[in-house]
């Protein structure tokens, strides 16, 4: 095996551990144990998903943003990975100038990966709306969300998302 190939085996151990080691509402305690996820810093996390669906449903970017981590990455089908603070605002910018969106979150699941991660898993559904001719489009999608707390705030860190709409024939 190449060191590439190795160190990408070794990346997906690590990250396949730390993935298998969060159980729902778990969280690492002062001591490294495995903790309840506090009721709080659940409902932290569900609002700032509903932040999310608020800014996001304006089309305004800068408030998209401020739900981000100062290194965020945004990953999405069929399109280059947004990385850094410039690329993700690049990418909310041109999305807002070619689409409008009315859509609705669902919080599927949430993890605490450890006292400073947490994993968002959502649904979302409803239109997308093209500025260039109007058209209303009936959208559906799921989400990966990795958070990471930022002086005692969850941000969003990475973003993953794709449709579970069927592709136009």
Not at 2 to 11: C, Q, V
Not at 109 to 136: D, Y
Request: aromatic share 8%; proline share 4%.
């Amino acid at each position: 095996m190449n060191a590439s190939k190795s160190k990408m085996a070794g990346i997906v151990v690590a990250l396949s551990t730390l993935v298998g080691c969060g159980t729902e509402d778990a969280v690492a305690g002062p001591n490294g144990g495995v903790g309840a996820l506090d009721g709080a810093q659940r409902t932290e996390i569900e609002q700032l998903l509903g932040r999310y669906e608020v800014a996001l449903n304006a089309g305004d970017v800068k408030a998209v943003m401020r739900l981000y981590a100062d290194d965020p990455v945004v990953m999405m089908q069929e399109t280059p990975t947004s990385v850094g603070t410039e690329a993700v605002e690049g990418f909310y910018t041109g999305t807002f100038k070619a689409i409008s969106l009315t859509l609705k979150f669902k919080v599927a699941e949430v993890k605490a990966l450890g006292p400073e991660w947490a994993m968002l898993r959502s649904n979302s559904s409803g239109l997308m709306k093209v500025v260039a001719n109007g058209a209303e489009i009936p959208s559906a999608f799921q989400e990966l969300f990795l958070l990471r707390k930022e002086g005692g705030k969850w941000k969003f860190a990475r973003y993953s998302f794709s449709s579970t709409q069927a592709a136009p024939k």
